[in-house]
């Protein structure tokens, strides 16, 4: 079975451009996550998915962020226009539910540094 | 306030010996689980180890083991035997209830030494 895959793993852009991070989650998880990790601070939530709804977007920093999950399969997170302090990590998890027990499965991240 | 408090940015332990990573932990929720993540350098989050919040017995996976102590709001990962392949971040995180969404620790940096 296919894990959380993500792309680009690494990108780096200038100040002002456009970029577009992807995730596909693991088959069949309804449940689709963007986190960003900034160096040596948490890893903080930005947005959660249910199928293609927007079910949290409270941790999206501002509206240069836009999330879309086309059809409930695969998501998409622009930043436009990126400024530096977007620089960081950008992951996405993907679960089946929501309980307390269930763990998050992790893509392995795509770092993002804004010039 | 920070949801999870990790205060070891970074550690050192000799191989074969074991080592206690920090996690507290704060939540008004009753029900709750509790987890831990690895990060190599390679970057992919692999999932260790978990605590549910009503587990009476501390959760063990291996090499790994969750010191659960509720009254104090601490869930310290306890790895024994260390490798030099345990060199790595570990995140502590926690899931609520409601409305079911996870938080994440700032991370503790593990290096293990020969």
């Known amino acids: 079975e296919a894990g959380v895959t993500q792309f680009p793993s690494h990108s780096v852009i200038e100040k002002g451009q456009t970029v577009t991070l992807r995730c596909d989650p693991i088959s069949g998880h309804d449940n689709l996550y963007w986190y960003r990790r900034v160096m040596g601070k948490e890893i903080k939530f930005l947005l959660h998915f249910v199928k293609e709804s927007k079910q949290d977007e409270s941790g999206m920093p501002n509206n240069r962020f836009l999330a879309e999950r086309t059809g409930g399969t695969y998501s998409t997170l622009k930043v436009q226009p990126a400024e530096l302090e977007d620089s960081g990590v950008y992951f996405c998890?993907?679960?089946?539910?929501?309980?307390?027990?269930?763990?998050?499965?992790f893509g392995s991240g795509t770092q993002l540094s804004v010039l | 306030a920070q949801k999870i408090t990790q205060t070891q940015p970074g550690m050192f332990v000799q191989e074969k010996e074991a080592v206690t990573l920090d996690c507290t932990y704060d939540t008004s929720d009753p029900s709750y689980g509790l987890f831990w993540y690895k990060q190599p350098s390679s970057g992919e989050m692999i999932f260790l180890i978990y605590?549910?919040?009503?587990?009476?017995q501390n959760a063990t996976e291996g090499r790994y083991s969750l010191n659960f102590q509720k009254a104090r709001k601490s869930a310290n990962l306890v790895i024994s035997a260390s490798q030099l392949g345990d060199s790595a971040m570990y995140f502590c995180?926690?899931?609520?209830?409601?409305?079911?969404?996870?938080?994440f620790g700032s991370g503790t940096k593990l290096n293990v030494k020969p």
């Open positions: 605590q549910g919040s009503y587990d009476q």
């Open positions: 998890a993907s679960s089946q539910a929501t309980g307390v027990g269930e763990k998050l499965f």
């Open positions: 995180a926690m899931r609520e209830a409601d409305p079911g969404k996870f938080y």
